[in-house]
């Protein structure tokens, strides 16, 4: 589920790569540009990354490894040293965690040792003494005792300490008696062995003795199993002598001994039953001892002689063959068995004439002379054809050395047809399904019963199969580079079939539609332009993209980008007459028309063809073309051709159609030239008549495709700052009115007026300023029309006086209604000026690490505040803020002082407002705002967000609220956006960027026209501008609504205007089915109509307690529970505030009734019954409350009930409510 290497920070060689791990998360949350120093990282067909879990808010550039550990980065911001690896302390190479080279004695890291240093293990620097001294490896010991290595310590030499001496060295001792490495002269002689026998049966056997040239001890060979003969080649190439015996024994790869290249001495110090030297024995595929024509025939067996039994395949001239050699003539039928050896094989061969006969690119004759087995030496059955690919002329009959891999030869078997009675002149057979423009090696064996003692065997020759038809050209791609050149890139065939002797490029123009187009109205659908591609844009694909997706015949291959099909060619798959039949415009039509070739067959180097199209030609060793001379951004479509060159001896066909591939499309258009859309300002003209301006001007001559509209811009020129007015004309209203246009309704006054034309390439430059000029007709007013005039101003004064006076008594209404106590605030800061106070905090002291989040009102970074190193939040403005903007950001911070106290709001560390810009300092919430925090849970399994969790946040925003409450303060954007959330999810209330003091009036009414939060906004906020903490409380209601639903929009589907007049209608927001029905009646609560119905925050808490465990915690640090929680709820029947909490309690009736009462007035809303039930006897009578129950046999008793998922019915005493 994740990679898991939370500690790496570097990858030195190679790269990473992750495919088709269906569970693996976190792979792109790792920045491996940082840990790879040249591979590349491929990942695909992993879990994606919207169904995986992000990276924790505190990781900079949301970079980790999983959920817990964040990507050490801190190596780029330190400035390592370029010979650091991984992180470090600081910019010197000796603060290096690790080194990409060695490090020093001083510890630091350099790219090589000093003179006087020494290497070791590529990691550090030692001297002569450490380098002696280090300890051998255990693995490099058991490898030593086995091959018998003389050098037992570390040798410094050539400023490396090593086990071994470089290649062209050889150990010695010096006159100290220490090891060094000395020059050999001429070959190195590497001693191996400690006088033992050394046994060589597995591949680790086979590369202990690699670079041996004396083997002190007798070898004995027993091997099984395949790819070994390759490491008997590469190993035992430079042993030279052999001072005991050699046995090979029971090794059913070996075919050869050949891999004993220059073992010339067999010393027999050492012998097998005190007799044999040399012992080869039960080897079931052995054909070859050595292959005596191309090696010195120097072979000595000093002492012992020869043992060769049980080898079927090794012929009894193979065996003779050495004991010449070796001068071995007394050999006995003991040593040497003439029965067990060569007894599966014939060994005597009969040399037969075989020749070929080239018949096309994939079929080839070959003939021979028939074979004559002598009669009673056994049975001709057939013949055997083998042949091979190859592209050397050396191939021998033993090219696969190792009997376990699969043959290279490919064997047609000819059988004898047993009715014919006259043995033909000349044999033959037809081989099929060649490659074209290959070379192969072939010969020609007769196939005889196993009782024959000769058979037939042709040498091996070779043939090359004709040419054929390219493959289509690959990966062809184009670009422009300017309006009148396209650069054309491609790679070869995959399949050249011959030698590419050049590329045929056609092209062909496309004309754009201009009436196509004029049938799109491009004034109401304009044109959305695309960023031109550049050339560093294109990516060519390289041979091993094409690697990935091999060629099969009669196939289509689609490369990895699927923007491509490549045409896999064969014979059959290519219907040349339909290539060029009905396709006159086409690359076809083109290639084989006269025109296009010379007296000598061959393509001309280019030719202007009619019609836009073009051809040309390019020399087959490139691949890389420029298109010249092309028209400004027109469509171009360009086929590329290989064509490869005619060789002697193939049959006559003709030229073109064998010889060129299918042809390789791409599509692509020119850039625009700057200057083709202007129009000229020399004809542009005005005529003005009694205020109708007719504007004459000529379409561009030759434009980037086709011009689609024209803009006309005209402005007054005799009033200042007044915006200009822009007339958009299709071209086909352009042609209509023949090069004119007519602006109707232009007001008297003097104007300047310019033209630009729009093309399929975009918009081109204005003309030069025209000036023209709309007189005023001077007519005197009739006597009734200034009578109209007089009266209708008379009238607006009327209303305007009518409206004033109206908003003044709705204001003065409004006040004798309002909840909160006002009084004058000796803390209200004033926006003219800020004085520094016990809270300023010294700039050095705030360091800034990265940027959280940029609004329309300022920039957040995450920081530190030292020396305590308290992470925090830091809020700035942006740099063009002015001088008002900053003193009304330091007023913010100035409102968050008076919130120091309340656990559920987030709290102010300290301002910065000497000096620019000013910064305000408070503690970071590391997860992000709420609504954030919500949309990320939504597909998180299981979800963070139930039901407990819903009712905790509501209670933890609700006593942030009331806090703000009992501190008069309306915050009056409350939303999930500004609500911030702590690493350990607890809620609190942020962004008083629009809250205010409400001291100085009963109500705040914003007096600026910026945007408002309408879809969280009351409805006398609305509709009066007023704001209160009751309108907070409606807000809040929304904020239930929006946790409620993982932060879906409220009001979703409506514009802002149509919110506005659906919540002053009385509509609210409908519940949907995730969410608690208790829930969505505490909702209904917040958006009651009147704002005296709504509850205080206070109250809700209260709520929300009663329905849900909150936990100790909650209790232990809200407001709610403070001592100034605890008096503003107030005791026993007293009412202090609608916001206070109320208890009844009477010595007779009194409470009863009141309770009545306010049940009456507080729940007009619920559908359910709502009971005063006594609850608690008191000296002088009950506590009364109010209970609702859904269904009243739910609960037999008067026990209160707190939230149960199953009947969803909760209780609250006093004046709070009864829901459920």
Known sequence: QEVGLTSLTSILRGSVRFEKNQELCYVDTVD??????????????????????????SCENSKCWNADVCQNLRNNKNNCHELCLGDCTGPRPDQCSACVSVVDEHAACVERCPPDRFEFVGRRCVTDEECRKSAVPPAYLQREDRAGFPSKAWIPFNGTCS???????????????????????GHCRKICGNGSRIHIGNVDDIQSLNGCTYVNGSLAIHLMGSKVVEELESNFEAIEEISGYLKVSYSYPLVTLNFFKRLRVIHGTQLESDQFALIIVGNDNLQELWNWDSRPRNFTIEKGTLCLHSNPKLCISEIEKLRDIAELHNTTTDEISYESNGNEITCIVIKMNAS??????????????????????????GYTVHYIETSVKNVTLETENDACEVDKWRVAYVVLSTTQSVTPVRMSHNISHLKPFTQYAYYVKSYVTASATEEGRSSIQYFRTYPDRPSIPRSIRAYSNSSSEIILHWQPPLFPNGEISHYVIVGWRHFDDAKLLDQRNYCHLPLEHQKEDRDDQLFYESESKDSCCKPVARGICISNDDSELNFIYNEESVNKEQDSCDQETSIYSVLYSPRLYGNGGGIYDSIDLADGHFVQRSEGNTTIAVLKDLHHFSKYTVQVVACSKNYSGEVEVEWNDRHCSPASLVTTRTRKLETADHIN?????????????????????DPNGVVVTYHIEYRRTDILNIKPIVVCVTKLQFEKAKNWFVLDDVAPGKYALRIKATSLAGESNYTNFVNFAVKREMTPLPRHAEIFVLLTVIVTLLIILFCLTYLIWKKMKVNTFTTIVTSSNPEYVSLAVYEPDEWEIVRDKVELVRKISKGSFGIVYEGILWPANIRCAVKTVEEKATIRERIEFLTEASVMKAFAGGHHVVRLLGV?????????????????????????????????INLPRIFLMAAQIADGMSYLEASKFVHRDLAARNCMLTENITVKIGDFGMARDIYETDYYRKENKGLLPVRWMAPESLEDGIFTSKSDVWSYGVVLWEISTSAEQPYQGLANE?????????DLLEKLESCSQVLYNIMLLCWQKRPVNRPSFLRLVNIIESVADVGDE?????????????????????????????????????????????????????????????ETRTSS????????????SRSSTAEPHYLNMSTQTLRVTGKDYVLG
């Open 912 to 944: 910065v407002s000497r000096g620019q810009p000013p910064l305000v300092v408070m503690e970071l919430m590391a997860l992000g705002d709420l609504k954030t925090f919500l949309r990320e849970c939504r597909n998180m399994v299981p979800s963070p």
């Open 1114 to 1174: 909650f209790r232990q640090s809200s407001f709610y529970h403070s001592q100034m929680g605890n008096e503003l709820r107030g005791t026993g029947c007293q009412t202090r505030t609608r916001s206070s909490y109320e208890e009844y309690s009477f010595e007779d009736t009194n409470c009863l009734k009141s309770c009545e009462k306010n049940k009456e007035q507080e729940f007009p809303l619920l559908n359910e019954e709502v009971h005063c039930v006594p």
């Open 1058 to 1066: 149509e919110v506005l007049q659906f919540v002053l209608r009385g």
């Open 32 to 57: 491996w540009g940082s840990i790879l120093r040249n591979g590349e990282r491929f990942a695909a067909s992993n879990k994606e990354g919207p169904l995986c879990p992000t990276c924790p808010a």
């Open 1181 to 1192: 009578g009950f506590n009364f409350h109010m209970d609702a129950l859904t269904h009243r």
């Open 356 to 381: 070929s006969v080239v018949i096309n690119s994939t079929s080839t004759m070959i003939q021979w002379d028939p074979f004559y087995v002598p009669k009673g030496r056994g049975t001709l059955l």
């Open 681 to 701: 300002s020399s004809f542009v003209k005005v005529t003005v008549d009694w205020g109708t301006v007719r504007v004459f001007w000529l379409e561009p001559s």
């Open 163 to 185: 086990l071994v001496c470089p290649q062209g060295y050889q150990m010695s001792m010096n006159n100290a008696g220490k090891q060094g490495c000395e020059a050999c002269v």
